[in-house]
């Protein structure tokens, strides 16, 4: 079982602003990065760090954490955005990877 | 521009060994800074971390795997790979390698995946 947790499924208006979030112990001491994932694609990096986005991932995709929660937040979401979206951490012993379950974002 | 390519069979016969090769290009393993990871996803499932390498040969496994996997670096040809042991059906999955930033635990690059159906 994951030891992040994320809600399954999120729905958003086309051009509002959705926020996903993603909860867990080690979160307290280790930051979150955020993943993209398409149908048939590897996953893409589009936050990191503190909140950080690789060059290309446009800047409507933001990130902030909160004790021992995660969120990345999409400012006026775009029908391209409709995504599996994954958060990981390492675990509490700093050593291990963990995954959320991932949030399969609608834009309606 | 740093590319992963995994490569490998497609198919395994239930209790043989898995075996695959991420084939590194674009900047070396032994640059440090980084691990070398091998993650699957089960079909319309999500990600789940089977363990990574570090150019040293250091290694950490997920607990539920760690009996069946062997992750091994060739940095002579810059490839790492995975051996996952006494394959089921539960193995069936994509597998990707990815290289993972040691200093902020982020995945930046990615393979393009490779779908494994155990099956005899």
């Known amino acids: 079982s994951s030891e992040l947790t994320q809600d399954p499924a999120v729905s958003v208006a086309l051009g509002q602003t959705v926020r996903i979030t993603c909860q867990g112990d080690?979160?307290?001491?280790?930051?979150a990065s955020w993943y993209q994932q398409k149908p048939g694609q590897a996953p893409v990096l589009v936050i990191y760090g503190k909140n950080n986005r690789p060059s290309g991932i446009p800047d409507r995709f933001s990130g902030s954490s909160s004790g021992n929660t995660a969120s990345l937040t999409i400012t006026g979401a775009q029908a391209e955005d409709e995504a599996d979206y994954y958060c990981n951490s390492r675990d509490s012993s700093g050593n291990l990877v963990v995954f959320g379950g991932g949030t399969k974002l609608t834009v309606l | 521009q740093v590319q992963l390519q995994e490569s490998g069979p497609g198919l395994v016969k239930p209790s043989q060994t898995l075996s695959l090769t991420c084939t590194v290009s674009g900047g070396s393993i032994s640059s440090g800074g980084y691990y070398w990871s091998w993650i699957r996803q089960h079909p319309g499932k999500g990600l789940e971390w089977i363990g990574y390498?570090?150019?040293?040969?250091?290694?950490y496994y997920n607990p539920s795997l760690k009996s069946r996997v062997t992750i091994s670096v060739d940095t002579s040809k810059n490839q790492f790979s995975l051996k996952l042991s006494s394959v089921t059906a539960a193995d069936t999955a994509v597998y990707y390698c990815?290289?993972?930033?040691?200093?902020?635990?982020?995945?930046?690059?990615w393979g393009q995946g490779t779908l494994v159906t155990v099956s005899s």
């Open positions: 390498i570090y150019y040293s040969g250091s290694t």
């Open positions: 990815a290289r993972d930033r040691i200093d902020e635990g982020y995945f930046d690059y």
């Open positions: 080690s979160l307290r001491s280790y930051y």
